[in-house]
């Protein structure tokens, strides 16, 4: 269970991200819209955990290739932006948050449009 304290800090990291990747998209991925779904940091805020959404989603490979290749430059910018709220700056660990592709496939499927993909 996650403690307020955790709570408030990712939050805070969540919109700052949310800020950087705003702006890495409309400099390296025009017309891709990057959001940061969620963000969990561990009780002892050494590692922060971002799920990141991709639309459309088909470049969501070419954005995470990138964004892990990158991971030291985005560390370090959102160090700049969260220096006189955080001692130390968790360590970055990007996954792809797939939960709106799986929606909209559950959806599909209740409505009998396609193939059963777990078969």
Do not use: W
């Amino acid at each position: 269970m996650e403690t307020t304290r955790q709570k408030k800090i990712a939050s805070v990291l969540q919109q700052d991200l949310a800020e950087i990747f705003q702006l890495v998209a409309k400099s390296t991925f025009t017309g891709t819209l990057i959001t940061v779904s969620k963000v969990r940091v561990t009780p002892d805020l050494g590692l922060c955990k971002v799920y990141l959404s991709v639309f459309p989603t088909k470049y969501s490979d070419e954005v995470m290739v990138h964004v892990e290749a990158n991971a030291p430059a985005l560390r370090n910018e959102l160090g700049q932006r969260v220096r006189h709220q955080l001692r130390v700056v968790p360590n970055l660990k990007y996954y792809l948050d797939d939960s709106l592709d799986y929606q909209e496939n559950i959806e599909r499927l209740l409505k009998g449009g396609g193939e059963n993909p777990i078969r």
